[in-house]
């Protein structure tokens, strides 16, 4: 060795140790910092209780700490265990050693894995021991109960411990690789070495002899093999003697000389191996291990000799394990997988399409109003602060009259909670074990009383909950304006196909419900508990939302004053009969019509349905928007029909059967077309809204009305009697019931609003409807032959305008006549211009008044 590499190692322990100094001290640093750590922690938890109020007198001398390592580990413990993670600081401790030895380059552990497994273990074992203590002692920490508490309110204490099995369980799936497949590979893998080592061990077959060529034993370490190449002199096999084999007689041990290790035999062995003695030298030290090969799983490789002194033992080739064949053979066949490319096959209209809408675009529907402006929030009037204000007195007076009420009737309580709504605060209560909840919803009247409220509300038990609701109006509501719900982002980034916005619900949020979905809309509601305020606020909704190409009105106001704001805008929003004047309609006889016109409209919709392959409007105007629907074949785009009908009660009373039917069979088939249906009534009673219509109006609205029963009629359970009034709601969707503070609208908002559409360019006119020609127009006698009149005519002529009634009823008890003969009488009369024509339910009128005019026109028409 020269002088120049000596100096080189004298040089460089004395520079590195130098330059690992700063190293060395920060390691030693972080890893006496684990270690305070640790006993800190050890010591806090055994005396946490006493050391917890010490933690923030570190200065003051006359207070002694019990802690291991004084004030300082009071604070500390305080700090991480009681105030952050609990138990899980311990992981601190550790991840501080872990720098440690990482600055000193010791690599124990491997780093940014000890640094994910320690990361989930902080935020997992705090939650844990929440979820275990429930808050109780410092094992958790703030940290572990908080996240607990809200993990428990929002998916319950089920859901919690589903989240931390399922998270652990997962943990170990990812860290210790315990998918299915790979367990099966694993055992796949052990049961290929097993049978590898078998065949390795088992006897090779010779042509001219059997023998076990087993020469040496196996040796199981390293160690042992580098003891053995220490201890004993080296010896090379160089020489191969064969022997007679003897008669299944043992062989005789084999004479070594001294100082040489003895060659294991076995008992079986036909051959016997002879050392050569040969001297080495010193730098020969790989003799002994390349003349005997050491693998347990070969045989022993021996050297090749002259002829004159070897014997050629056909030696087997060197077994390989079946995996190591298997994974020979993978590597030489080469396996590629090809993913055959998606080929859009396109018939020829679908081609067509596509080269009609590269060329012109998609259809627009907007283009004939294309510069028309939706409505902006401003022309709804601005009420100023809406925010609820928290009257803290009046909850705690209520609790305490209602938690006192209870325990006057022996009605335990075990929790309650207050949510404070625009009109009313729902006191949400458990409960204790053992009270029946019958016992509860008996005292509402009783709870009413007691809180000198205007109508108390008990929702036992409340749906989805295990508790039991009481609605107690507030005393000072909040009003909720229609500008604050149309100005919420919730409404102008919804993707409703028809929004509609009610109001507010008791906690406080806007509720909205597609008309689409519901699909038609029955409400009901005594008058001015807001009923026609409703009515404009699903209007002014559907207006803020749709373009008047997507939309179209059929209104129906008996009242002829509730809707005739909306005559404005005729031009845009409306439909009505071809020979109709007014869009709005008010005559019963035009509203049959147009309800028969809708459903022609209803079955000629189905019709081009058919023909499109569609199966709702949707769908359609997609398809005709993409140009795959030829307009010459009838196609065109369809928009929404909502039926407005304000007082469907008046309907009823004057046509009945005429209104139920086309009524019942729209709300029955139109929802799939586009058509929906919003019927209002003031008196919800059954001979109003019958079984035929309240079995296809799963979406129900109801505001404040008169009795239970008709309450019942309108949600098939009570609580509208119960409501407060002005705008004060029910909505029942089919599965619960939602309390709902309606958005007030006022009529000049509407006006304003009306005005604002109506200005702008529109239509030619209204959209028109199918014409309907009705079966009594069409039967009714054209020309009136006097020759061929019935003998009685003048007889019932008389009767009919002597009692000014025009019934065939009357006729055929007058004159003692059948039906078909005074049905025959009544149409001479209709077509000689005595009575008018057939007027549904009610009797026809009589053109003639008087008996004098009578006796005139009878001459006239003998002459």
């Known amino acids: 060795m020269d002088k120049k590499t000596q100096n080189t190692q004298q040089e460089s322990p004395d520079k590195g140790k130098f330059l690992s100094k700063p190293r060395v001290f920060s390691g030693l640093t972080f890893i006496l910092f684990s270690i305070v750590l640790t006993f800190s922690f050890v010591s806090y938890l055994t005396n946490w209780k006493a050391d917890q109020s010490q933690a923030g007198t570190m200065l003051d001398k006359s207070i002694k700490s019990s802690n291991i390592f004084g004030k300082l580990g009071d604070w500390l413990g305080n700090i991480f265990i009681f105030e952050s993670i609990g138990v899980a600081s311990f992981i601190i401790a550790f991840l501080f050693l872990v720098f440690g030895t990482i600055i000193l380059k010791k690599k124990i552990f491997k780093p940014w894995k000890t640094v994910g497994h320690s990361l989930f273990f902080i935020c997992w074992l705090p939650i844990l021991f929440g979820a275990i203590t429930k808050g109780q002692g410092v094992l958790s920490g703030v940290y572990g109960y908080q996240i607990m508490d809200s993990l428990n309110a929002i998916i319950g204490s089920y859901g919690l411990w589903l989240v931390l099995i399922s998270s652990i369980i997962l ?296 508790t039991i609701g009481i609605e107690v109006p507030r005393k000072n509501p909040t009003m909720v ?128 349905l058919k023909n499109a392959f569609c199966k709702n409007l949707k769908e359609y105007n997609k398809k005709f928007t993409e140009r795959k629907l030829n307009p010459e074949n009838g196609h065109h785009y369809l928009p929404y029909i909502v039926l407005v009908v304000d007082e469907f009660a008046d309907l009823i009373m004057t046509a009945g059967k005429e209104v139920e039917l086309p009524i019942a069979r729209l709300a029955q088939l139109a929802r799939a077309v586009g058509i929906h249906l919003i019927v209002a009534t003031q008196r919800p009673s059954v001979n109003v809204i019958t079984g035929m219509i309240k079995a296809n109006f799963p979406a129900r609205a109801a505001f404040r009305v008169i009795s239970s029963v008709d309450s019942r009629t309108i949600l098939d359970s009570p609580g509208a009697d119960q409501l407060i009034g002005k705008g004060d709601m029910l909505y029942f969707n089919g599965n619960e019931i939602l309390r709902l503070q309606c958005a007030f609208v006022d009529t000049p908002e509407v006006e304003r609003l009306a005005e604002f559409i109506g200005e702008q360019k529109g239509y030619a006119s209204a959209f028109i409807l199918p014409e309907y020609v009705s079966e009594d127009s069409t039967s009714t006698v054209s020309a009136f032959d006097p020759n061929e009149k019935d003998a009685l005519f003048e007889e019932a002529a008389r009767i009919i305008v002597s009692t000014q009634q025009g019934s065939t009823s009357m006729l055929q008890r007058q004159l003692k006549l059948g039906y078909n003969r005074a049905g025959r009488i009544m149409d001479q009369l209709e077509a000689s211009g005595i009575v008018g024509g057939f007027n549904g339910a009610k009797a026809r009128e009589v053109i003639i008044s008087d008996l004098h005019s009578l006796e005139q026109f009878l001459e006239d028409l003998r002459s």
């Open 481 to 608: 304006s229609m500008r604050s719900v149309i100005a919420s982002q919730k409404f102008q980034n919804t993707d409703m196909d028809l929004p509609v916005v009610f109001g507010k619900t008791i906690s406080n949020e806007i509720f909205m419900a597609d008309l689409s979905k519901m699909p038609h809309l029955l409400m009901a509601g005594a008058t001015g508990q807001g009923k026609s305020v409703g009515i404009n606020a699903i209007l002014t909704s559907l207006l803020y939302k749709k373009h008047p190409s997507e939309l179209k009105f059929v209104m129906v106001d008996p009242k002829k004053v509730e809707l005739s704001l909306y005559s404005k805008i005729e031009r845009h929003y409306l439909a009505k009969l071809p020979d109709a004047e007014e869009a709005i309609i008010t005559d019963t006889n035009k509203v049959i019509n147009t309800l028969n016109s809708l459903c022609i409209e209803m079955d000629t919709r189905y019709d081009l």
């Open 171 to 466: 943990y170990f799936v990812l860290e210790f690789n315990l998918r299915p497949s790979s367990i099966k590979n694993k055992f796949n893998e052990i049961n290929e070495n097993t049978i590898g080592k078998v065949k390795s061990m088992m006897p090779s077959s010779d042509a001219n002899f059997e023998a076990d060529e087993e020469l040496i034993e196996e040796i199981e370490t390293p160690e042992e093999i580098q003891q053995v190449k220490a201890e004993e002199p080296k010896v090379t096999v160089t020489e191969v003697v064969q022997k007679p084999a003897p008669k299944f007689t043992e062989p005789e041990p084999v004479s070594v000389p001294k100082g040489f290790p003895e060659v294991p035999v076995s008992t079986n062995l036909d051959t016997i191996v002879t050392p050569n003695h040969t001297s080495f030298e010193e730098d020969n030290k790989n003799d002994f291990s390349n003349s005997i090969n050491l693998n347990v799983n070969t045989k022993p490789n021996f050297p090749t000799s002259t002829p004159e002194q070897a014997f050629d033992l056909h030696p087997t080739p060197t077994p390989t394990s079946v995996a190591a064949v298997s994974t020979a053979v993978k590597e030489e066949i080469k396996f590629n997988v090809e993913v055959a490319p998606v080929i859009d096959i396109l018939d020829d209209s679908d081609k067509k399409s596509q080269e009609l809408v590269d060329q012109h675009g998609l259809y627009d529907h907007k283009l004939d109003l294309a510069k028309f402006q939706m409505p902006p929030v401003e022309l709804l009037k601005d009420y100023g602060n809406e925010e609820i204000s928290i009257n803290k007195d009046e909850l705690e007076e209520n609790k305490n009259k209602i938690v006192g009420l209870l325990k006057n009737f022996n009605v335990g309580i075990s929790e309650i909670k207050a949510t404070i709504g625009p009109t009313v605060t729902l006191y949400e209560i458990v409960p204790e074990a053992g009270i029946r909840v019958a016992a509860i919803k008996k005292l509402q009247d009783d709870i009413a009383l007691n809180l000198s409220a205007l109508g108390i509300r008990i929702i036992a038990p409340m749906p989805g909950k295990g």
